[in-house]
């Protein structure tokens, strides 16, 4: 195991009914930015929910938070909140309204030029405004972790800071009883490869791996379940809890992170807009058919203890693995390769150089994805 | 999935050569009592690794906290606090220092007449000194939770608080490398019940059971490892985060605790002196076997899934499960019956007798552990 430094300091706040109890958690001064996406929010009753709960805190509002959340729309909050003082976020929503609301938290307080850089320049983070979040789609993880991914252009880039990592989280899976089931089988996919980049590497570790593999067994148990009947309460609050768990952070301390599925991934989303989760679907199968021989040891640990492959010699129960990892994707209407969003070869020279002009030459937890690696992978997606 | 709120703030710092850096989260301006127990640490060299780490500080000693403190010796302690005004406590030992610690951090800011009472009557605790731990033994868990086990006399009671969740903790598994081979077993069996108070029950959730699984696999793998190789770092390094992991909290969110085991181990410690570890070994197999009707269904997935016992209708297979689990405690030279500690049907009485006394007349999970119940449990132990 590596040496490593671990704190997750977000409160939970776990189950039915539980929205009705987060005043509490927020300073009775502190002037309250709501910040949400769509409108969902409106039609699932949260909303209301959320300002029954607030009654009594001054409260302002900014939605129409994007799905990949765009910059140019976090920079009209920041100026929101300059403008009319509020000193607490509040996030309601799914992972993008989360990711954005971080952003928004570290820019107000940023003192360089442009906050841009805290993005593209990796410029510290020296400061945010509190933020919490009321979490209403199982996925990203994002409820209880620093780590956030944000749009420009064709620029879809993270960061991270302990900073913004969200003083609680209100978890009601009720709240997620009226999602589309594409949304659904998005978050129950990106959970699964949030798990995979942390675990699916050339190391490891005991107690990690075995919480890594309880997730994704989770996920295969009661994604199916949640899906098949969306106000079956145990079923999505098992899914929502696994989500959290799967990027929580616990799940990789001491041991190899991957996340080159991410990177590849994210330039699927920026060129094409295919959904976050549908990305990883199409990348994490290539990948690792293109990647088994570095990966191999893990794959076949994957392979006996998540599907209880046990037959066949090495090679294939490797591939058995991640077929089966793939069939469980696609069992979850979710794409897996290129052409089931109508994209040919033709697109891989323009994934690959936007890979390089980013200088994304040496991905993965060795530094074994190359452009070559990168290419072969676009490849074996087609 | 029931309900919860879960919240674990205390930063942990894992790994060899960690204990260099814990100063820095420290406030330069603490005036730090660093509290210790019969004096291992001077031989192992952590001492003077946490003197080191602390130049510049100001800082004072408290030795001599024994193995299942006892509340006259802490409340020295207390006494020496508030005459020399230390306002930072750093308990450098196992579970026994830090529980020490964690009461003289409540009973230091107790505003009643005897903070005996934050132990026998629950009395609320509303401040306490922040404290922070040198974990130099895997077995408690206390490292990053809130609770605390303190002696008086015949007395060994128990309290929770938030307030006293260490801030920090620095787990170096090399500090582990000179223990006792006695004392790495009582921490191995000790961790292992850990999980089975919040797994062995009548209720249960996937993610919550498969955290619990993998946590017991892992010491049923490592544990003995750490025993054979002593300085095998990576053995010591599991076994260390896989016991942090045990009562870390993350296990038993939402799902029903028993707990009755340790509710009864602690009488056997009280009378007759037995180190915790034992009295549990001793403690669960019978229990288990008492209680296998209302805990049918989770001892036939416990056997299944943490000792691959599949063969047999399910009254053997809860057996074969129990079985292995004695073997297992056995393995690592733990007595499991009373009378492995030369102790016989005598005892009983004055067993359930105290028990009587202190209330505890319905323990375990769904209260099914009755006087009676109790009395079958030991007499099942014998």
């Given at each position: 195991m590596n040496n490593f430094v671990f704190q997750s300091p977000t409160l939970i706040r776990f189950?039915?009914?539980?929205?009705?109890?987060?005043?509490?958690?927020?300073?009775?001064q502190a002037k309250v930015l709501l910040t949400y996406g769509g409108g969902s929010i409106f039609q699932n009753g949260v909303y209301d929910q959320v300002k029954a709960a607030l009654v009594g805190h001054q409260v302002g509002e900014f939605g129409?938070?994007?799905?990949?959340?765009r910059y140019p729309t976090l920079m009209k909050a920041v100026e929101l909140i300059r403008n009319e003082g509020y000193d607490y976020l509040l996030a309601v929503g799914g992972g993008s309204v989360l990711d954005g609301t971080k952003f928004i938290a570290a820019a107000v307080c940023f003192?360089?030029?442009?906050?841009?850089q805290i993005l593209s320049?990796?410029?510290?983070?020296?400061a945010a405004l509190p933020l919490a979040s009321v979490l209403t789609?199982?996925?990203?993880?994002?409820?209880?972790?620093g780590a956030a991914v944000v749009t420009r252009g064709e620029d879809k880039l993270s960061f991270y800071s302990?900073?913004?990592?969200?003083q609680f989280a209100v978890l009601d899976p009720?709240?997620?009883?009226?999602?589309p089931p594409r949304q659904v089988a998005n978050g129950i996919v990106d959970a699964f490869v949030h798990v995979m980049e942390q675990y699916l590497t050339t190391g490891g570790a005991p107690v990690q791996d075995r919480f890594a593999e309880g997730v994704m067994l989770t996920l295969i148990e009661e994604g199916p379940k949640a899906l098949a009947q969306p106000t079956s309460y145990e079923a999505r609050a098992n899914l929502m809890w696994a989500a959290t768990m799967a990027l929580n952070g616990i799940l990789g301390v001491g041991v190899p992170q991957d996340w080159s599925t991410h990177a590849l991934g994210h330039e699927l989303t920026a060129r094409f807009g295919l959904d976050h989760g549908r990305t990883l679907a199409v990348v994490l199968p290539a990948l690792l058919r293109v990647r088994k021989d570095a990966k191999g040891a893990k794959l076949l640990q994957f392979a006996e203890r998540v599907f209880a492959i046990t037959e066949g010699d090495n090679e294939a129960r490797i591939e058995a693995g991640i077929a089966a990892m793939e069939a469980f994707f696609r069992s979850?209407?979710?794409?897996?390769?290129?052409r089931d969003y109508?994209?040919?070869?033709?697109v891989v020279d323009g994934l690959v150089g936007a890979l390089e002009r980013k200088g994304m030459t040496a991905l993965g937890e060795d530094g074994g994805v190359s452009l070559e690696v990168s290419r072969a992978v676009f490849n074996a997606a087609l």
């Amino acid at each position: 195991m590596n040496n490593f430094v671990f704190q997750s300091p977000t409160l939970i706040r776990f189950g039915e009914g539980e929205i009705a109890n987060l005043a509490q958690h927020i300073p009775p001064q502190a002037k309250v930015l709501l910040t949400y996406g769509g409108g969902s929010i409106f039609q699932n009753g949260v909303y209301d929910q959320v300002k029954a709960a607030l009654v009594g805190h001054q409260v302002g509002e900014f939605g129409d938070i994007e799905p990949n959340p765009r910059y140019p729309t976090l920079m009209k909050a920041v100026e929101l909140i300059r403008n009319e003082g509020y000193d607490y976020l509040l996030a309601v929503g799914g992972g993008s309204v989360l990711d954005g609301t971080k952003f928004i938290a570290a820019a107000v307080c940023f003192e360089g030029t442009d906050p841009w850089q805290i993005l593209s320049q990796d410029a510290p983070v020296k400061a945010a405004l509190p933020l919490a979040s009321v979490l209403t789609l199982p996925a990203t993880g994002s409820e209880t972790n620093g780590a956030a991914v944000v749009t420009r252009g064709e620029d879809k880039l993270s960061f991270y800071s302990d900073l913004v990592k969200p003083q609680f989280a209100v978890l009601d899976p009720t709240t997620t009883y009226s999602l589309p089931p594409r949304q659904v089988a998005n978050g129950i996919v990106d959970a699964f490869v949030h798990v995979m980049e942390q675990y699916l590497t050339t190391g490891g570790a005991p107690v990690q791996d075995r919480f890594a593999e309880g997730v994704m067994l989770t996920l295969i148990e009661e994604g199916p379940k949640a899906l098949a009947q969306p106000t079956s309460y145990e079923a999505r609050a098992n899914l929502m809890w696994a989500a959290t768990m799967a990027l929580n952070g616990i799940l990789g301390v001491g041991v190899p992170q991957d996340w080159s599925t991410h990177a590849l991934g994210h330039e699927l989303t920026a060129r094409f807009g295919l959904d976050h989760g549908r990305t990883l679907a199409v990348v994490l199968p290539a990948l690792l058919r293109v990647r088994k021989d570095a990966k191999g040891a893990k794959l076949l640990q994957f392979a006996e203890r998540v599907f209880a492959i046990t037959e066949g010699d090495n090679e294939a129960r490797i591939e058995a693995g991640i077929a089966a990892m793939e069939a469980f994707f696609r069992s979850l209407e979710m794409g897996t390769r290129l052409r089931d969003y109508d994209l040919d070869e033709t697109v891989v020279d323009g994934l690959v150089g936007a890979l390089e002009r980013k200088g994304m030459t040496a991905l993965g937890e060795d530094g074994g994805v190359s452009l070559e690696v990168s290419r072969a992978v676009f490849n074996a997606a087609l």
